[in-house]
């Protein structure tokens, strides 16, 4: 129940195509749910989050869509450009219950063409 | 402002051997946690401390250990080495909730 299930495992794009990385998750309790992009040698750096009251949002090229009934969140990533090329983890939180940790996805490699 | 510092950036250890890997957080950030990376396994939680409390563990066996200073800096000690221990590990810091963890670049451990 505490895991989060990412597709695809790699992904590879054109540039100015669209992006898409969905996950999946079991526990309901989840409240936080963070999109984190890794480079090559870097520690993960958080992209772009959103709480459960929300369906939808947006910064910049980067939109969490999220379907609560589905218990289901994705990642777009519009007009996507070679520099987006990383991988890219969800992760899900239970952080108002005060158990302080992330649950993350296996991860989605992405790769855009130029 | 400064970001969350690993040190070392790598290490090679020898089976059965030690180590303990350094976390220094993000001024003003009093909860560090620590994460294994690897291939296989994916990201999995370590541990996580506030204020010198360590307030969750994972599932990781007691060689795993960690504690954290009056500071918010944190170490991590493994013992007894086992191949299986090489990963990355990467600390992060927030001001106390899972909410906008900042991760360091990591510590690159190798036991041969």
């Known amino acids: 129940q505490q895991q989060v299930k990412q597709s695809p495992q790699s992904l590879i794009v054109q540039k100015g195509g669209i992006s898409i990385i969905n996950c999946a998750y079991e526990?309901?309790?989840?409240?936080?749910f963070p999109w984190y992009q890794q480079f090559p040698g870097k520690g993960p750096a958080l992209l772009i989050a959103?709480?459960?009251?929300?369906s939808e949002k947006k910064e910049g090229r980067f939109t969490i869509s999220f379907n609560k009934s589905a218990k289901q969140f994705s990642l777009h990533i519009m007009d996507s450009q070679p520099g987006d090329s990383a991988t890219y983890f969800c992760?899900?939180?239970?952080?108002?219950?005060?158990?302080?940790?992330?649950?993350f996805g296996t991860g989605t490699r992405l790769l855009v063409s130029p | 402002k400064a970001g969350v510092t690993q040190t070392p950036r790598y290490l090679i250890k020898t089976r059965g051997q030690q180590v303990t890997l350094s976390c220094s957080p993000i001024?003003?950030?009093?909860?560090v946690s620590w994460y294994q990376q690897t291939p296989g396994q994916g990201l999995q939680f370590l541990f996580e401390?506030?204020?010198?409390?360590?307030?969750n563990k994972g599932n990781f066996p007691g060689r795993f250990s960690g504690r954290q200073f009056s500071n918010s800096r944190s170490e991590m000690n493994v013992s007894t080495l086992e191949l299986g221990d090489s990963a990355l590990y990467l600390c992060?810091?927030?001001?106390?909730?899972?909410?906008?963890?900042?991760f360091g670049s990591g510590t690159r451990l190798t036991v041969v």
């Open positions: 526990n309901t309790a989840f409240d936080y």
């Open positions: 992060a810091s927030s001001w106390g909730q899972a909410y906008g963890y900042t």
């Open positions: 992760a899900a939180s239970l952080g108002n219950t005060g158990f302080q940790k992330l649950v």
């Open positions: 001024s003003g950030h009093r909860s």
């Open positions: 959103i709480r459960p009251d929300v």
């Open positions: 401390y506030f204020s010198e409390t360590q307030r």
